[in-house]
């Protein structure tokens, strides 16, 4: 071949070679162009804040989502001045841009400025931007609008508190029942520590396996029918036990599918206690008024028994002439009268303690004398059922003694009354009084009163001190009796500082047993003497004036009846306006006056005072007597404050009377009375 055609062939080959590498290289330069319009496309596309700037200043180029987070208009540059506002400009310049050039990028959260003014909440990550020989060209940032996210996580935050504030064990368990998250009331409520048991316990850390069971099962109806309640039993470390509620509820997502369950527990261990305790207290008072009803029924009953027997018999006496079938009636007129004066007594007593307004009337006495007064009165009956009454007092005990000597005899009357009521013919009652000295000049006395009776069973025992009740119907029935007089006793042994309690075999009988303390005495054999010379003479007042002022007729007829005898002269008063003037026209005449309290016109008070201000020369000292039913210690203190000397409480005791007419004029011989009226 020749030469040039050798040349010409060579040309032909480098060009198609050189045609070949343009055209290889056009391609690799289509491809990179095709890359970046696709990573152009996808940086404009993507949901980010993203943008390239002068290491800092203003964006060189910004994304069309960054312009769209800050409400501007695509295509001018975006000054960080006008993007952040002064806290968020003060975050960059003073923490992310010097991490930036020190660890070489910064993450962590700003917020951005909206043109309109709001502020937006972002993740934001800064980077440097480099070149192939590791210059930096500017830097890059990348920004994510957290603003709900941040919302979500405060209520998340808010929820989270809410649920470790409260004091309910709350916890939350998977669809397999493991437990994935416990507030902290699980751990105040049972008094373990989070480090002790942790997440990971089951019911059995605090429950009994039947209760276990039950928390199974209530678990498995949430899942079935979306909640369900218990109550139960719930264990602490300590071992104690509360009362809680179990309210178990289905855990479900946004589109209502099901998480597992939740479970809050909360102690009601006092209103558990409060409920029983209303649930007592309203059996109490139905029972009390049971018992108050019954005692209403047996009451009517004690009262119109005796009166009754007054009405029948006073009818009797005044239909016939014979005088021995006359006095036979009014004996037991005046039987049936101190029955019922006793049930009243009672009834006034009990009303006294309950109110609070009982007082005890401590004065000198003499033991063997009060208790021998008291077994002189209880024997008589006794001796009726052919009972054999026995008194032992301990012969060292102190027989001068300060205390109420009328309510230790009260009580010892209402137990030996009991006695002689339950104990059959031919029985044996004993009361034995015995003694100890404690410090200073206090003396316990120890009394017990003991008897063959029908006795009692452990549960009427329980009852007997009980107000308003009996320990069995049938035996008030056959028996009788208001119910009231152990409670009284109770009371008053309980005012004289001691304590008194029952013991009782059914068919064998019972025995009480009481303690009280009283004081020595000091002088009282003198008193006691003249006490007995007083109420062993007769009284005669012939030549004393007494006034009696009383608007009742008939009291004042029953009171000159009685004090007849007696040969005083008594003037009357309707009221106590004319008692006052009554007094005005002699005020020297009366030696003593009787002042009822309550009457028309001007009352006892009103009239003692006007007579104590009269002025007169015996208005300060003619002694003024009360005479009236108003009988609490209240009403005695009131007559008192009034201007009177003395109290005597109607139905009137004629010994009283008599005592106390002596005491204030003197005594005289001639004549004997006795007798309640």
């Not at 064990?169 to 480090?195: H, T």
């Not at 008053?492 to 309690?501: A, F, N």
């Amino acid at each position: 071949m020749e030469p040039m055609t050798w040349i010409f062939a060579g040309i032909a080959l480098l060009m198609a070679a050189v045609s070949l590498l343009l055209f290889y290289r056009c391609q690799r330069a289509r491809k990179r162009i095709r890359l970046l319009e696709h990573t152009a496309a996808l940086i404009e596309s993507a949901p980010y804040y993203i943008a390239y700037d002068d290491n800092g200043k203003s964006d060189l180029y910004a994304n069309a989502e960054a312009y769209r987070m800050v409400g501007k208009v695509p295509g001018k540059p975006l000054a960080k001045e006008t993007t952040h506002d002064e806290a968020g400009m003060r975050l960059l310049v003073e923490k992310a841009f010097p991490a930036v050039k020190k660890y070489g990028t910064w993450v962590g959260e700003n917020q951005l400025l909206h043109s309109d003014g709001h502020l937006v909440d972002v993740q934001q990550f800064i980077f440097p931007v480099k070149d192939k020989q590791g210059n930096q060209l500017g830097m890059g940032t990348l920004m994510r609008d957290i603003t709900a996210e941040k919302a979500l996580r405060r209520n998340y935050d808010i929820q989270l508190a809410l649920l470790e504030s409260s004091s309910n064990f709350i916890v939350a368990l998977d669809q397999n029942f493991r437990v994935v998250y416990a507030n902290s009331g699980v751990y105040s409520m049972s008094g373990y520590s989070r480090e002790e048991i942790g997440i990971g316990f089951t019911p059995s850390t605090f429950h009994t396996p039947e209760t276990c069971r039950r928390i199974d099962n209530a678990w498995q109806t949430a899942l079935r029918e979306g909640i369900c309640e218990i109550e139960s039993e719930f264990v602490c470390k300590d071992g104690s036990s509360l009362t809680v509620t179990h309210k178990t509820f289905a855990i479900k997502d946004q589109n209502g599918a099901i998480m597992g369950v939740g479970s809050i527990l909360n102690d009601i261990s006092e209103l558990k206690e409060v409920q029983e305790e209303l649930v007592r207290a309203r059996d109490a008072a139905e029972a009390a008024n049971k018992a108050k009803s019954f005692f209403l029924s047996n009451m009517s009953h004690e009262i119109r028994t005796p009166m009754n027997a007054i009405i029948g018999m006073t009818r009797i006496a005044r239909a016939s002439e014979d005088l021995g079938r006359i006095r036979e009636s009014l004996s037991k007129v005046e039987t049936s009268s101190e029955h019922l004066l006793n049930v009243i007594n009672d009834v006034l007593d009990l009303s006294k303690i309950e109110s609070g307004k009982l007082e005890l009337y401590n004065t000198e006495f003499d033991l063997g004398k009060a208790i021998g007064d008291t077994v002189g009165i209880i024997g008589v009956k006794a001796e009726e059922k052919k009972l054999r009454l026995q008194v032992s007092i301990e012969p060292d005990i102190p027989h001068c003694l300060f205390g109420d000597a009328n309510r230790l005899s009260q009580v010892v009357m209402n137990l030996l009354s009991n006695a002689v009521k339950f104990t059959p013919e031919g029985g044996h009652i004993t009361l034995d009084i015995r003694g100890r000295r404690l410090r200073g000049e206090d003396v316990e006395l120890d009394c017990q009163v003991s008897d063959t009776g029908i006795g009692m069973t452990a549960e009427q025992v329980s009852r007997l001190f009980r107000a308003f009740e009996q320990t069995d119907a049938g035996i008030t029935a056959r028996f009788g009796g208001t119910g009231l007089g152990l409670v009284i006793s109770k009371r008053l042994v309980e005012m004289m500082g001691g304590e008194i309690s029952a013991q009782s075999v059914p068919g064998q009988g019972s025995c009480f047993r009481f303690s009280v303390v009283y004081q020595l005495a000091e002088g009282q054999e003198e008193g006691k003497a003249q006490e007995k010379a007083f109420s062993a003479e007769a009284m005669d007042f012939d030549g004393k004036t007494i006034l009696l002022v009383e608007d009742m007729e008939i009291n004042r007829e029953i009171l000159k009846a009685l004090l007849e005898p007696t040969h005083v002269k008594i003037d009357e008063a309707e009221d106590g306006q004319i008692a006052v003037e009554r007094f005005r026209e002699h005020p020297e005449r009366y030696s003593l006056i009787f002042m009822d309290l309550q009457m028309p016109n001007l009352d006892g008070y009103g009239a003692t005072r006007a007579i104590r201000e009269s002025g007169l020369a015996t208005a300060q000292t003619v002694p003024i007597i009360a005479m009236t039913a108003n009988a609490f210690q209240e009403d005695v203190v009131r007559c008192l404050e009034a201007g009177m000397n003395d109290h005597i409480s109607k139905p009137i005791n004629m010994e009283e009377v008599l005592k106390k007419m002596g005491e204030q004029m003197g005594k005289a011989k001639g004549v004997k009375t006795h007798g309640q009226v």
